[in-house]
């Protein structure tokens, strides 16, 4: 019987079909939830790599800019000695000149 209209010779047929599609429903949402817990599960494990990469990438991060700091101090410790350098050479040309303007 289909929508109320019984097929001659295929009752034993309709009813498995029914008792087929019952159990298909009833598996269903079994299935579905299957899938979502799985498709959950991978997010999850997603997360937790992107979780741990993320923190591996701030560790790094934070050592660069100690690093960036560091060598900025050299750099004004070079600027300073470079200064320093070129006055004392100053010095002994203007030692120099006065050297060879008395001569």
Known sequence: MVSG???PGSGGVLERLRRL???ERKEMPLEKFEKLEDGISRVLEGY???KAENSD???ALEASGRE???????????DREKAQVREKVDTLLEKL??????A
Not at 68 to 77: F, I, N, P, T, Y
């Open 5 to 7: 209209v019984m097929c």
């Open 21 to 23: 599609d019952k159990e």
């Open 48 to 50: 937790e790599t992107l």
């Open 57 to 59: 990438l701030k560790e």
């Open 68 to 78: 960036l700091e560091e060598l900025r101090g050299r750099v004004k410790k070079f």
């Open 97 to 102: 000149h006065g050297l060879t303007q008395s």
